[in-house]
């Protein structure tokens, strides 16, 4: 039954698409606000969301911009240890170069917070000198199904 779920649900506009989360900030579910009506594409909080699924007590958040993209830099804590969660726009076209800009500037946002564990959407060259990497995407896709 739950692969028959997950084969019909696929491509569906009213659950969470991972792959999706190139763009963080825009992501857009179709919600029914109503219990009569058409469902509207509305914009979802995904970063929010993720931190409330985490369970992560936030300290500080902190948005940027770099080589005109965004970034959100969310500090926060859970079970005594330091989490940084790092959300920002990336493109399948990067190249090496801009991975290692990309890297610079997380490295340079996070370094006073010295996270014992980073979150990061996307891919990324970040290394474990900053802390243990995690990657979003998996997190998220594990935490919503438990």
Request: net charge negative; aromatic share 14%; hydrophobic share 35%.
């Amino acid at each position: 039954m739950k692969y028959f779920l997950d084969y019909e649900t696929r491509e569906s506009p009213y659950l969470l698409n991972i792959e999706h989360l190139k763009n963080p900030f825009a992501y857009k579910l179709k919600v029914n606000l109503s219990e009569v009506g058409e469902p509207q594409e509305m914009v979802v909080d995904i970063p929010e969301t993720f931190n409330y699924l985490l369970g992560l007590k936030v300290k500080k958040i902190k948005a940027r911009e770099n080589n005109s993209r965004r970034y959100l830099f969310i500090l926060g804590e859970k079970e005594g240890r330091n989490i940084a969660i790092v959300w920002r726009e990336y493109s399948d076209s990067w190249k090496e170069e801009d991975f290692k800009k990309d890297k610079e500037f997380i490295v340079n946002e996070i370094k006073e917070w010295q996270p014992s564990i980073v979150y990061i959407n996307g891919q990324s060259v970040l290394t474990p000198t900053i802390g243990e990497i995690r990657y979003i995407e998996p997190e998220f896709k594990r935490l919503m199904e438990s």
